[in-house]
Nanobody, 128 residues
Framework: QVHLVQSGGGLVQPGGSLTVSCAAS??????????LGWFRQAPGKDREFVAA????????YYLDSVRGRFTISRDNAKNTFHLQMNSLKPEDTAVYYC???????????????????WGQGTQVTVSS
């Protein structure tokens, strides 16, 4: 019922920037009630937490290796959220997934198994 549709991604050179976006539809609750997150999965690795933003947008959380380079944001008026990625490194290469959940608690925001709704994923490749 809830659908998250991603856009963006692609190929970028090291040091470059890219934004991936996610648009939500079919929501049974106000978009403002959803905790939003971004995860990524590289070949041979588990899906890992990248960033999350609280319902109010007042707090953001980041994987240590992306903090200072990536920015998560949300636009509650448009039911969209974004991950701006700057200073990209080859190690950032992965399939990126957006995720949302209306009942997520603070202690669970890093756990991908706790999110009910997922985007389709989009490839981000950082290569020269």
């Amino acid at each position: 019922q809830v659908h998250l549709v991603q856009s963006g991604g692609g190929l970028v050179q090291p040091g470059g920037s890219l934004t991936v976006s996610c648009a939500a539809s079919g929501l049974s609750d106000s978009f403002r009630r959803y905790v939003l997150g971004w995860f990524r999965q590289a070949p041979g690795k588990d899906r890992e937490f990248v960033a999350a933003i609280t319902r109010s947008g007042g707090n953001t959380y980041y994987l240590d290796s992306v903090r200072g380079r990536f920015t998560i944001s949300r636009d509650n008026a448009k039911n969209t959220f974004h991950l701006q990625m700057n200073s990209l490194k080859p190690e950032d290469t992965a399939v990126y997934y957006c995720a949302a959940d209306s009942s997520l608690i603070q202690s669970s925001y890093r756990q991908h198994t706790q999110y009910d709704y997922w985007g389709q994923g989009t490839q981000v490749t950082v290569s020269s």
